[in-house]
């Protein structure tokens, strides 16, 4: 970047212009583009899939549920619903910060949640990002359950997670 604004620079002295107002937009105009592209290279990732779930805490045990056995430990929900959603709601957001870094536009996001008082809100972000945003509840998913899904498609040019962030 500070090569292109140096040879723009050097062209304008050569020319015996200096550097007036209008060379200064220019350079600033091939800056901002350069950045854009940077930006549209990183977001390359066609679709984000989120089915994370938390692992209970380890309270004992450390020798036998070790980092290198964490299986011993994955998550069931706890039975305690405002704590199991906010746990979910959680991973979402961490989810769409990822998505919104890598994904490009048009791409898609999918995440899991368990229903609460916060979920509407995230779909009003999702619906700020995306073209379209649907819930949907797995057939194979017990009736009593309250696990969902969230599944955003297309997202919209120049919109990032932190735009829709209150």
Known sequence: MEEVEAVIVAAGEEKGEGTTEEERERVAREKEKAVKEKEAMLKTVD??????????????????????????????TSGIGNFDHIGSMRLCRAALSFA??????????????????????????????????????????????????????????????TDTDE
């Not at 380890?58 to 036998?64: A, I, K, N, R, Y």
Request: aromatic share 12%.
């Open 47 to 76: 679709i984000v899939l989120s089915d994370m779930s938390a692992p209970w805490p380890q309270t004992h045990g450390f020798s036998v549920n070790s980092i290198s056995n964490p299986y011993r430990r994955l998550m069931n």
């Open 100 to 161: 919104s870094d890598t994904l490009r536009t048009g791409g898609h996001f999918v995440c899991k949640f368990y229903q609460g008082n916060t979920d509407k809100q995230f779909e009003a972000h999702l619906k700020n990002l995306f073209r379209t945003v649907h819930r949907v509840k797995p057939t194979a998913s017990r009736s009593e359950s309250r696990e969902g899904y969230f599944v955003a498609l297309r997202r919209l040019n120049n919109r990032t997670f």
